[in-house]
C-alpha cells in the first residue's frame, strides 16, 4: 500500500511569490493535515481537511490556505511568501475524521524563500 | 504558545544502555500523547501513544509513562540500539481539534 505521498521534494521561490505543495493520502484516507516544521521547531498545525472541507486551522496568516479535492488529495498554498516561511512542510492523512492520534506523514516538501 | 515542550534538544547514550527522553506540557485538555520518530529526509512516524486515563503504556522495549499531576510524559528506550539514533518529537492532542508538537529530541546511541 502507497504511503503518503508529497511533490514537490524542493520548492525554490522568492519572496513576494506564490507556492503550492501538494500532497496524496492513503488510499481511503479522508482526512488530510498539514504541518509546517521550521528550523529547530516543532512541527506547527496549519491545517486540516476532511471531505473537501477546511475543519480546523493553525495560528497562521490568511496567506496560508488549501483545498481538498474530490479525490481526496490536497494542496496547501502559500501567497507573499515571506522569508520566515522557509520550512519543511508535511501532509499526513488519516481514514476518519480528526484522527490526528492515527495520522501517517508523508516525506515532506523543503520550501526555500530567497 | 509553546504548548508541548521537550527541553533537551540532543541525547547521547550508550549502546544497552536506557534513553530517556522527557516532554512536558501546559494544557490540561490534552487527552492523548504521542512519541513520534522521525529520520532525516522522511516524514515522522508513530512510535508509541498514551491516553490520559493511563499512566503507563509499553511497547516491546518502549515505555510511555504520564504524569498528569506534574504535565509531564517521559519515553524509555530499553535497550537502547544503534538504529534508535533519530529524531523523537513528543506530541499531544485534544480529541477531534489539533495536534500540539515538541521541538524534538535528537537521540544518538553509540556503539
Known amino acids: 500500500e502507497a504511503g503518503v505521498t508529497q511533490s514537490p521534494t524542493h520548492l525554490i521561490k522568492t519572496r513576494g511569490q506564490q507556492a503550492t505543495l501538494r500532497c496524496s493520502p492513503i488510499?481511503?484516507?479522508?482526512?488530510v493535515y498539514w504541518y509546517q516544521q521550521a528550523l529547530g521547531l516543532g512541527l506547527q498545525f496549519l491545517l486540516w481537511?476532511?471531505?473537501?472541507?477546511?475543519?480546523n486551522r493553525g495560528n497562521f496568516p490568511p496567506r496560508f490556505s488549501g483545498r481538498q479535492f474530490p479525490n481526496y488529495s490536497s494542496e496547501l498554498n502559500v501567497n507573499a511568501l515571506e522569508l520566515e516561511d522557509s520550512a519543511l512542510y508535511l501532509c499526513?492523512?488519516?481514514?476518519?475524521?480528526?484522527?490526528?492520534?492515527?495520522?501517517?506523514f508523508g516525506p515532506g516538501t523543503r520550501l526555500t524563500v530567497l | 504558545d509553546q504548548q508541548v515542550k521537550q527541553n533537551s534538544p540532543s541525547l547521547s547514550v550508550q549502546e544497552g544502555r536506557i534513553s530517556i527522553l522527557n516532554c512536558d506540557y501546559t494544557?490540561?485538555?490534552?487527552?492523548?500523547f504521542l512519541w513520534y520518530k522521525k529520520y532525516p529526509a522522511e516524514g515522522p512516524t508513530f512510535l508509541i501513544s498514551?491516553?490520559?486515563?493511563?499512566d503507563k503504556n509499553e511497547d516491546g522495549r518502549f515505555t510511555v509513562f504520564l504524569n498528569k499531576s506534574a504535565k509531564h510524559l517521559s519515553l524509555h528506550i530499553v535497550p537502547s540500539q544503534p538504529g534508535d539514533s533519530a529524531v523523537y518529537f513528543c506530541?499531544?492532542?485534544?480529541?477531534?481539534?489539533?495536534?500540539?508538537f515538541g521541538a524534538g529530541t535528537r537521540l544518538t546511541v553509540k556503539p
Open positions: 499526513a492523512s488519516s481514514s476518519f475524521a480528526g484522527g490526528f492520534h492515527e495520522q501517517f
Open positions: 488510499s481511503g484516507h479522508t482526512s
Open positions: 481537511y476532511d471531505e473537501g472541507e477546511e475543519r
Open positions: 494544557n490540561s485538555m490534552f487527552d492523548y
Open positions: 498514551i491516553s490520559s486515563i493511563k
Open positions: 506530541a499531544a492532542t485534544v480529541w477531534n481539534n489539533d495536534m500540539r
